[in-house]
């Protein structure tokens, strides 16, 4: 990846948590390699779905988003907390529904929490930006710099 990962682990005032589910849909190697070690640093905390509230908004969800996405969004609707995902349209309606405004985190927002925290400097996120583009993940805008 883009260091996304270590980006997570020098924001602590946030915790990271990623449900099982998200964990089951991750099927490349290297991928799932760096997960496992950023959940052995404690950079990731595991998330379960298990408490019934819970249970009740993820199995609502399920009849329309992913396993991954409605595993997140339960978690976070039952904790009052963030989640952070790329994911659009009725993801994004059902976020904003269920946490109110501005409670999804993407990852350029997670790249500019990062610059605004002094974990990385613009040109560190325009790398990892252009790296994410070579594997065809796009943001719409030519640098962090404009964004700030």
Do not use: W
């Amino acid at each position: 990846m883009a260091g996304c990962l270590d980006l997570c682990g020098a924001l602590v005032e946030l915790e990271f948590r990623v449900p099982d589910e998200v964990l089951a849909e991750i099927l490349s190697p290297r991928e799932r390699r760096a997960v496992e070690e950023a959940l052995g640093a404690g950079i990731l905390c595991r998330a379960a779905v298990t408490e019934p509230e819970t249970l009740d908004i993820f199995a609502d969800l399920r009849q329309f988003l992913g396993i991954g996405e409605s595993a997140c969004l339960a978690l976070a609707a039952r904790s009052g907390a963030l989640v952070a995902s790329d994911e659009k349209r009725r993801f994004l309606r059902e976020a904003e529904a269920r946490l109110g405004p501005g409670r999804v985190l993407n990852t350029a927002g997670l790249f500019l929490l990062g610059i605004r925290r002094g974990a990385l400097s613009a040109d560190e996120a325009d790398e990892a930006k252009a790296v994410l583009e070579r594997h065809r993940f796009r943001m719409p805008f030519a640098s962090f710099r404009g964004l700030l």
